[in-house]
C-alpha cells in the first residue's frame, strides 16, 4: 500500500494542479432557490467569487443549471483564477424505501427522471468542453448511492454516465459520496473513476469535537483501506453553526465548533495534502424544513449576508 502522501501527488500529476484551499460554492441567496429557477444574478456571482478569490482557489459546484454557467461566465469574463469541480444533479432512477423523508416513485416519474439525468449528464459535457481552463474535474453526481438517499441511481447506471462522460471530455472523472457505500458497494464505480471523492460528517454522526478529526481521519482511512491505490480528495467536510436539534444536538452547533473543527481539518489536510473542499461557503436559507434553525441552512463560512462568521473573521474583518 503506497502512503497517503503518493497517493495524493497523483492527485496533483493527474490534474497538473498544485494543492490548493477549496470550497463547496452555492451562491443562492434570500428568496433565491433552484428548484424554483431563482438564480444569483451574474453580479451577485462576481461579488462571491471576489470575496473567495483571496483563501481559495478550487470551487466544488452542485450541477449544470444556469447557476453553474453563471459562475463559469464570470470566471472567464472577469479572468479569475479558479479550478473548478463540476457536478450533476441527478434525480432518482430507482424508489428507496431506506430514506427516512421518502423515496417512493411512480414509474412514470422514475422514466422522467432518467431523461433528466441524461441531459444533465449532456449539459456537464457541453460546459466542460467549453471551459476546459476552468473545469479541472467532473463529478457524476452527489450522493446518490448512499443508504438513506432520495436520489437513488444504480450503480450500473454510474458505470455507464461515466463511460458516456470519459468518451467526450479529457478531464478527470469522479463520483462524490459519503464514505460508507466506497467500502462496499461501489466497488465497479471505482474502477471506473479517476479518484475518488468523499464526505464527512462527524457531527451528524454525533461526535463531539474532541473526537472529531480523528472520525474524520478515521473515514478517510476506511476507504483508503478498500482502495489503496485510488486517489481520494474530500469533497465535503465541514461543521454547521445552528441546529434545531433535527440530527444534530442544538449544543453542537456553533460558530465556535465550526472554528476549532476548520482549523484542525486544514492543518491535517494541508500536511498530508488531501484536496478538501469545505462545505461550505455560504449559508442556504432555501434548503430544508421551513425552521430558520434547520441545520441544512447553517453550514456557511460566511452568513447569507455575506458577513464571514467567526471562522474567517481573522482573515476577512
Not at 39 to 52: G, H, I, N, R
Not at 136 to 144: C, H, M, Y
Not at 198 to 221: C, G, M, R
Not at 253 to 259: C, I, R, V, Y
Amino acid at each position: 500500500m503506497q502512503d497517503s502522501l503518493t497517493i495524493q501527488s497523483s492527485i496533483e500529476k493527474l490534474t497538473g494542479l498544485k494543492h490548493g484551499n477549496s470550497i463547496c460554492y452555492s451562491g443562492y441567496r434570500e428568496e433565491q432557490d433552484p428548484r424554483k429557477g431563482i438564480f444569483p444574478s451574474y453580479e451577485q456571482v462576481k461579488e462571491d467569487l471576489l470575496l473567495l478569490a483571496d483563501n481559495w482557489s478550487f470551487l466544488r459546484l452542485y450541477d449544470c443549471s444556469k447557476h453553474a454557467e453563471t459562475v463559469l461566465s464570470v470566471i472567464e469574463t472577469e479572468k479569475l483564477d479558479f479550478h473548478i469541480m463540476l457536478g450533476v444533479d441527478m434525480a432518482a432512477e430507482v424508489s428507496n424505501p431506506n430514506c427516512p423523508w421518502g423515496a417512493n416513485f411512480s414509474d412514470e416519474q422514475l422514466v422522467k427522471n432518467k431523461r433528466h439525468n441524461s441531459d444533465e449528464i449532456d449539459s456537464l459535457i457541453a460546459l466542460a468542453a467549453r471551459y476546459p481552463k476552468s473545469v479541472f474535474s467532473v463529478s457524476v453526481g452527489n450522493e446518490a448511492s448512499v443508504e438513506w438517499t432520495d436520489h437513488m441511481v444504480p450503480v450500473d447506471s454510474l458505470v455507464n454516465y461515466v463511460q458516456r462522460i470519459k468518451a467526450n471530455i479529457a478531464q478527470p472523472v469522479t463520483f462524490c459520496e459519503n464514505y460508507v457505500p466506497w467500502t462496499n458497494k461501489l466497488a465497479p464505480l471505482v474502477e471506473e473513476l479517476d479518484f475518488i471523492s468523499i464526505h464527512t460528517y462527524p457531527v451528524w454522526e454525533f461526535q463531539s469535537i474532541d473526537n472529531a478529526l480523528e472520525y474524520t481521519k478515521q473515514n478517510y482511512q476506511q476507504v483508503l483501506a478498500c482502495h489503496p491505490d485510488k486517489p481520494i480528495v474530500i469533497t465535503e467536510a465541514g461543521w454547521t453553526t445552528q441546529s434545531n436539534g433535527q440530527g444534530i444536538e442544538s449544543w453542537n452547533a456553533s460558530e465556535l465548533l465550526q472554528t476549532a473543527y476548520y482549523a484542525q481539518l486544514l492543518q491535517w489536510t494541508t500536511k498530508q495534502r488531501i484536496l478538501t473542499f469545505v462545505f461550505e461557503a455560504f449559508d442556504e436559507p432555501w434548503k430544508g424544513s421551513d425552521d430558520p434553525q434547520e441545520p441544512e441552512k447553517h453550514w456557511g463560512l460566511f452568513k447569507v449576508d455575506r458577513k464571514p462568521k467567526q471562522v474567517m473573521q481573522g482573515a476577512y474583518s
